[in-house]
């Protein structure tokens, strides 16, 4: 059995004070809802968990209703940092569970396709990321004002989500993680901690993410440009 988490518990921070990212709308449709409908829909997916804000359960079950999801879905209170949400998303999911694939609530434009990749390259490796190779040159700089070091890109990917592990290997990873009051950035992070390989797993499509007001006309155009290339009956 494969469970989907669904981190939605940030704050939004960058997008200013009353302002939830996950609930502005592209495409005519909630940014949250959008990603929720992409592990619904997904064959290799049969349950998901969604990590959110304390409080705002209701507004999720609301969706749910909403839009028809269908498959089983549980709703977890979040945690103080992402590592804390996604803990909490693993101690959720069902008694069944062998594989888990890890997805941020702000990341809409996932296709089926990469999270089955991703979901199968875990289920042979033990723990894979969604990624694309880095097309602009990076620099290095200790200071923030001059460049310190040129990076070759031919060797450097953005990592993405879905991040998908077997079940005990992202325990045992994230319990290494707290158990030294360690703070890594995404899942993967950890398992440098257990001397787990990560495969990396190339997207084809755009698979942006939503961090500030000025990331959405993009993820909107991916959504509508997707839509119009979706087979119509008749």
Sequence with gaps: MTSAIIVAAGQSARLGTGVDKLFLEAAGTPIVAHTWRRFDVAACIDEVVLVVRDGKQPAFDQLAN???????????????????????????????????????????????????????????????????????TIKESYDGTFVARHLDRARLWAVQTPQAFRLDIIRRALGAVRKRGLVV????????????????????????????LADLPFVELCLRAEAERAPTCG
Excluded: H, M
């Design 66 to 136: 909403r839009y028809g999801f269908v498959k089983p879905y549980r709703l977890v209170a979040g945690g103080r940092e992402r590592q804390d949400s996604v803990w909490n998303g693993l101690q959720a999911v069902s008694p069944r569970c062998e594989l888990v694939a890890i997805q941020d609530g702000a990341r809409p434009c996932t296709t089926p396709e990469l999270i089955a990749a991703t979901v199968q390259a875990a289920r042979e490796t033990g723990a894979a990321v969604a990624a694309q190779r880095v097309a602009d």
């Design 185 to 212: 950035t995404d899942d993967t992070a950890a398992c440098a901690l257990i001397r787990q390989p990560v495969k990396l797993v190339e997207g084809a499509a755009p698979n942006p993410k939503v961090t500030t």
